[in-house]
């Protein structure tokens, strides 16, 4: 009899343990921002073992025949939560990835959709830009995660390249894809909702995490200039809270940025160097952005090497 009881209770602990939900396994917190537009904020952070990669925006667009994923996060599992939110959701086709560029916090989760056989979208500079650098982020993010956190992680190209604007039918709704001028990066890919007027900017906007520039300084004012100009009802940061008004939401980075063109340009005029820059021009942002002392002085080198011959 006493057996049997000791028997019971172990069955019960091994089912307990089946059953029970795993924090890997369990789907990513997602906002409904407007309807039908669901977005995962990442953190403020470096990529870690600790946060898998999760440190940027994740967004997903629902419509009547089939859904768009803009943006997979930094890892498989990180992509695999993403799409387990969208399958709690609808079960609608998953019809297309859309990736705003090429850094591996936005695309290492693709693999994750490659079961619904989507069509994989990006800017025209994207799968050029993916084939030259996989080796090496696939390198220097599996230091980073980790053997475990990587596992499965792998760069997936676009299959449709954006060269001008192009609209996509989720049925009932439409997305607007329009590819940028060599901003953060030089595949820099904007989408809009036109059913929400909700607007995707990718990492052309940062919001509370320092912008990070690997493309143009001069050319990513000149695009956020451009956008100004635009109607739209919220945005869409690459990194920050899950949506912005508009057109506050770009007064911090154009002001960042236009703070370190001007020091940089400056010091260049009076004849000083990269080492002097990087240990002034700028700083008097250093209060406004988490992350500064991790990516600052790299802006500054990139804004230096860019406007030297300027």
Same mark, same amino acid.
């Given at each position: 009899m006493e057996n049997t009881k000791v028997l019971r209770a172990l069955v019960a602990i091994v089912a307990i343990a089946f059953l029970a939900p795993r924090a890997w396994a369990a789907p990513m917190a997602v906002?409904?921002? #407007?309807?039908?537009?669901?977005?995962? @904020?990442?953190?403020?952070?470096? +990529? !870690?073992?600790?946060?898998? =990669?999760?440190?940027?925006?994740a967004s997903f667009v629902v419509g009547s025949e089939a859904v768009a994923i803009i943006d997979t996060s930094g890892s498989l599992a990180l992509g695999q939560e993403l799409r387990e939110a969208v399958r709690g959701l609808t079960d609608k086709p998953i019809k297309y990835v859309i990736n705003t560029h090429m850094h591996p916090d936005h695309v290492l989760g693709n693999a994750a959709f490659k079961q619904d056989n989507?069509?994989?979208? =990006?800017?025209?500079? *994207? $799968?050029?830009a993916l084939g030259t650098r996989s080796?090496?982020?696939?390198?220097?993010?599996? @230091?980073? *995660?980790?053997?475990? =956190?990587? /596992?499965?992680?792998?760069?997936i190209l676009p299959t449709f390249l954006i060269k001008e604007t192009t609209t996509l039918d989720l049925g009932d709704r439409t997305l607007v *894809? /329009?590819? +940028? +001028?060599?901003?953060?990066?030089?595949?820099?890919l904007v989408v809009t909702d036109t059913k929400t007027d909700t607007l995707f900017l990718g990492d052309l906007?940062? !919001? =509370?995490?320092?912008?990070?520039?690997?493309? !143009?300084?001069?050319?990513?004012?000149?695009?956020?200039?451009?956008?100004? @100009?635009?109607? %739209? #009802?919220?945005?869409?940061p690459g990194h920050g809270p899950p949506m912005m008004a508009w057109p506050e939401a770009l007064e911090a980075q154009q002001r960042y940025l236009a703070t370190?063109? @001007?020091? %940089?340009?400056? +010091?260049?005029?009076?004849?000083?160097?990269? !080492?002097?820059?990087?240990?002034? $021009?700028?700083?008097?942002e250093a209060d406004n952005w988490e992350l500064f002392d991790q990516y600052h002085v790299r802006n500054v080198t990139a804004a230096f090497a860019e406007l030297e011959w300027n």
């Open positions: 906002t409904e921002v #407007a309807p039908g537009v669901y977005v995962h @904020q990442g953190r403020h952070e470096v +990529q !870690s073992a600790d946060n898998r =990669g999760d440190i940027s925006n989507p069509i994989f979208v =990006g800017h025209y500079k *994207l $799968a050029r080796e090496s982020y696939t390198t220097a993010n599996k @230091q980073m *995660l980790g053997e475990d =956190g990587f /596992e499965g992680s792998e760069i *894809l /329009e590819p +940028q +001028q060599t901003a953060h990066t030089d595949n820099d906007l940062f !919001s =509370g995490h320092i912008p990070t520039i690997d493309g !143009s300084i001069e050319g990513w004012l000149e695009v956020l200039d451009a956008l100004t @100009q635009r109607e %739209v #009802a919220r945005v869409i370190v063109a @001007q020091d %940089v340009r400056r +010091q260049i005029a009076e004849g000083k160097t990269l !080492s002097d820059a990087t240990k002034t $021009a700028g700083f008097s």
